[in-house]
């Protein structure tokens, strides 16, 4: 692990690799304090032994799955968002069928990947169920289901991006706040009551910047919602 200085917008690093390493392929991840709350970028990299040869013979393909929520907690009987990866332990892409299953292996929503193994779904989870996300054999725990909360969904179109808020909370006297940012500076923010049960909003193309601009709610003591 490195802490590198950020000069003009970039980093640079020089590693050495040791000649101990096998045949993998290995993960690295660079993030500042402030992408650490929202999206950690990782490269994958294959990295070939002194002997690569011999040991490719020995590996065993393995799958490989992950998942990120679009929101911190699942929220039971409002729509929840779920981006899930199937590799192989060579970082190559797996198409294939993922399964949100219940406690008892129950299959409650089926979604297929692309090309580059990601699949996306919407499903609505029931308070006090228990649930797996998985994908051929294997499987990952998925958060618990929480009885209030909110969820912050995002709809690309051509010309709009269009942002749907919606809670079950009971306290309906909070505020949350939506923040539009971008390298580290909020481009605009949304102070939102909580007293409706869904806030649509759209904002067009036209009026955002280029590059990757990232939308992420905030409760009144300023914890990530989504």
């Known amino acids: 692990r490195q802490i590198l200085k950020i000069e003009k917008g970039k980093a640079e690093a020089i590693y050495n690799i040791s000649s101990n390493f096998k045949l993998a392929v290995y993960h690295i991840r660079a993030y500042t304090n402030w992408t650490r709350n929202f999206i950690v970028s990782t490269k ?19 799958t490989l799955i992950t998942f990120k929520a679009q929101n911190a907690d699942f929220v039971a009987g409002l729509p929840n968002r779920i981006l899930a990866t199937a590799t192989d332990n060579f970082g190559n ?84 706040f939506l ?13 939102l009551n909580n007293s409706k049960p869904i806030h649509k909003i759209e904002i067009s193309k036209t009026e955002l910047k280029n590059g990757i601009i990232y939308i992420s709610l905030f409760d009144k003591n300023k914890r990530v919602l989504a």
């Open 93 to 176: 892409p797996m198409i294939g069928t993922f399964e949100i299953i219940d406690a008892i292996s129950v299959a409650q929503v089926e979604f297929t990947t692309d090309n580059q193994g990601i699949g996306i779904v919407e499903f609505k989870p029931n308070l006090g169920e228990i649930y797996q996300l998985k994908f051929g054999t294997k499987k990952l725990d998925l958060p618990i289901v929480k009885e209030f909360g909110q969820v912050l969904l995002t709809y690309d179109s051509k010309d709009n991006i269009k942002i749907y808020l919606q809670n079950n909370l009971t306290t309906k006297a909070d505020t949350t």
């Open 44 to 62: 994958n990299v294959t990295i070939l032994s002194q002997n690569f040869e011999i040991e490719a013979n020995e590996v065993k393909v393995d």
């Open 179 to 191: 923040v539009l940012h971008q390298n580290g500076k909020a481009l605009d923010q949304l102070q």
